[in-house]
């Protein structure tokens, strides 16, 4: 199985060909096709497995024909429990946008949030972050009308971390049409229950 029967686009082909990926790996196999005909996904994976380019490649190239407009809102929302896992998947997002024109941000605690609105209004498509301060710039007013892609990363270690409400809550504020991604890597009662 090779990344091209994945049906995955040139630029994103040749980005991942420059890091050196030879074969998807097996949630990359089992989740991409899916995320590109559309569907909710709830799969358990574990840090290692290549689970942040088996959503991050779908979602690139379903939004790939973005817009230069900087008045542009946030088309795709990544959440993740820490500042270091996010900083992570914001470097693999870049990776494989390299040769495409999508552009995302990093959303944390502990930074500016002033200085993140201000950057917000730059023109940004996919952001990542953890969900306490994605909540806070959504209740001052981020335009969050054309989400189109929900990533919940490492959700049973959120829910262990307390941010339960928070998930659900920045959910229910969601687009109606939207995809969701779940990933987690145990298949607990309590990320079942949040997968409902
Ligand atoms: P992740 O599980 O997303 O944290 O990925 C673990 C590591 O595997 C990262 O360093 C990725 O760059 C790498 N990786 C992801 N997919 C592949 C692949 N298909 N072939 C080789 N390495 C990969």
Request: no cysteine; net charge positive.
């Amino acid at each position: 199985m090779s990344f091209e029967k994945l049906g995955l686009i040139k630029p994103l082909l040749g980005a991942i060909k420059e890091l050196g990926y030879e074969h998807p790996t097996l949630i990359q196999k089992r989740a991409i096709p899916l995320v590109l005909a559309k569907s909710d996904i709830f799969a358990t994976a574990q840090t290692g497995t290549g689970k942040t380019a088996a959503f991050a490649l779908p979602i690139l190239q379903k939004l790939r024909n973005t817009t230069a407009d900087e008045n542009r809102a946030i088309r795709a929302v990544i959440l993740s429990p820490t500042r270091e896992l996010s900083i992570q998947i914001h470097e693999d997002v870049k990776n494989y946008s390299k040769h495409m024109s999508i552009t995302s941000a990093i959303l944390v605690g502990g930074k500016d949030i002033e200085a993140q609105q201000r950057m917000l209004k730059t023109g940004i498509d996919i952001v990542i972050g953890t969900p306490g301060r994605f909540m806070e710039l959504m209740d001052k007013g981020l335009d969050i009308k054309n989400i189109e892609f929900f990533v919940v990363d490492e959700a049973d270690r959120m829910l262990d971390m307390g941010f339960s409400k928070e998930i659900r809550r920045i959910h229910l504020q969601l687009p109606k049409r939207h995809q969701t991604l779940l990933f987690s890597a145990t298949y607990s009662d309590k990320v079942r229950k949040l997968s409902k």
